[in-house]
């Protein structure tokens, strides 16, 4: 099992871009899934964007399709969250997760991992 901590967070204004990281630890971490949550205030954990172990696949929600870009660093058990064009919107904390069953469907079954979250504000 792995164990995953995010970073890079903070506070921009709106049309900003931030790059979220996520590191884990594990020997395991190239045969997992890896995806990104969010959890705004007063809202459930949705999805952001999932991408494969090879990094061949990618899946991103509706909402961020086209302003954020999902990626990974085998070599260097890293999981990456491009996010461009951001809105008030974007708002929340943001969350690293790890699926070690081989599908992009991250449920409380499927999902072996999550990490602490790191607070991503956007201003308008």
């Known amino acids: 099992q792995v164990q995953l901590v995010e970073s890079g967070g903070g506070l921009v204004q709106a049309g900003a871009s931030l790059r979220l990281s996520c590191a884990a630890s594990?020997?395991?971490?190239?045969?997992?899934?890896m995806g990104w949550f969010r959890q705004a205030p007063g809202k459930e954990r949705e999805f952001v964007a999932a991408?494969?172990?090879?990094?061949?696949?990618?899946t991103y929600s509706d909402s961020v399709k086209g302003r954020f870009t999902i990626s990974r660093d085998n070599a260097k058990n890293m999981v990456y969250l491009q996010m461009n064009s951001l809105k008030p919107e974007d708002t929340a904390v943001y969350y690293c997760?790890?699926?070690?069953?081989?599908?992009?469907?991250?449920?409380?079954?499927?999902?072996?991992?999550w990490g602490q979250g790191t607070q991503v504000t956007v201003s308008s």
């Open positions: 997760a790890a699926n070690p069953y081989g599908t992009m469907s991250f449920t409380p079954v499927t999902t072996s991992a």
């Open positions: 594990g020997r395991t971490f190239s045969s997992n899934n």
């Open positions: 991408i494969n172990w090879s990094g061949a696949s990618t």
